[in-house]
């Protein structure tokens, strides 16, 4: 979060600099101040709205219920909010700023494919999120990424259309190098936001499923449940690359290329890897 703050302060100074307007500076800090303070409070409702997860009835998943009441009670945890996803793609996340506050969304395709084990594995991972702390900044990412994305997209339109250069209108060579730095920063803050991103989720999704098979005692269901997933390429028509790192499978189907470049950027371990590392857990 505090990264988040400098990038976007940074981002407003080299505004103000470029247009000799420290007001556009003062907007900056007042904008990562109220965005960080949002992306706290708010940033469940954000990614559980991006997804379109809808509130889940006891009436209706009642077994759903039942087996995250379990595990939850087990793992020492408060009862999550559950949401259920219409999608037919087997996935699930879980969000929120701390254990009382967090939220379960299961996709109908989960709840429709896998068997009690697997959905309990899935669960548990989920629940492994919530003891481990993990939702709270992998929510808040979801929300300053956002905002870094779009501050860098205006950033390269305004230079591209020739709108940046308040001190160097006249200066045709001024107003290159501000078209350079332009696209310099439109470049670079999301790829920076994007190395935050990655770099708070691959290591706890390994976390997760140790935990999660350490709860359940069952390291076969949460494999079991990867192997279909694995196999499963429905697409998933709520997708979106802010909260992509939030699932517990990448739910961009048909883009996890093995080349060393693209594994750089991948928001998940590989599935192949997660389930060879379950299967060697003894208890």
Do not use: C
């Not at 481990?132 to 950033?155: E, H, P, Q």
Request: aromatic residues 10%.
């Amino acid at each position: 979060m505090t990264v988040f703050l400098v990038l976007i302060i940074f981002i407003g100074w080299l505004f103000g600099f470029i247009y000799n307007s420290p007001e556009i500076l003062y907007f900056a800090v007042f904008l990562a101040v109220s965005m960080n303070f949002f992306a706290y409070w708010y940033s469940d409702k954000v990614a559980l709205a991006m997804s379109g997860a809808k509130p889940a009835s006891r009436e209706t998943h009642l077994e759903l219920f039942r087996i995250i009441e379990n595990l939850s009670i087990t793992a020492g945890l408060p009862m999550p909010r559950v949401y259920v996803m219409h999608d037919g793609q087997i996935n699930a996340f879980a969000t929120g700023r701390d254990p009382k506050h967090a939220a379960i969304a299961v996709t109908e395709g989960a709840l429709a494919k896998l068997d009690k084990t697997e959905l309990e594995g899935v669960l548990a991972h989920e629940l492994s999120h919530i003891g481990n702390r993990d939702i709270l900044i992998s929510s808040v990412v979801v929300v300053l990424a956002g905002l870094i994305a779009i501050l860098a997209d205006w950033f390269l339109r305004a230079g591209l259309g020739g709108n940046l250069g308040g001190r160097d209108n006249d200066n045709k060579q001024g107003g290159a190098v501000i078209l350079l730095v332009a696209i310099a920063v439109a470049v670079l803050a999301p790829l920076i936001a994007t190395i935050i991103r990655l770099a708070v989720s691959r290591k706890r999704e390994f976390l997760a499923d140790a935990s999660g098979a350490l709860l359940t005692r069952y390291p076969e269901g949460l494999a079991g449940a990867l192997e279909k997933i694995a196999q499963d390429q429905t697409p998933m028509h709520r997708a979106h690359s802010g909260t992509a790192h939030l699932f517990i499978s990448n739910p961009f189907k048909g883009k996890q290329e093995s080349g060393w470049f693209t594994r750089l950027f991948l928001t998940h371990p590989p599935t192949e890897e997660r389930i060879r590392i379950l299967r060697r857990m003894q208890f």
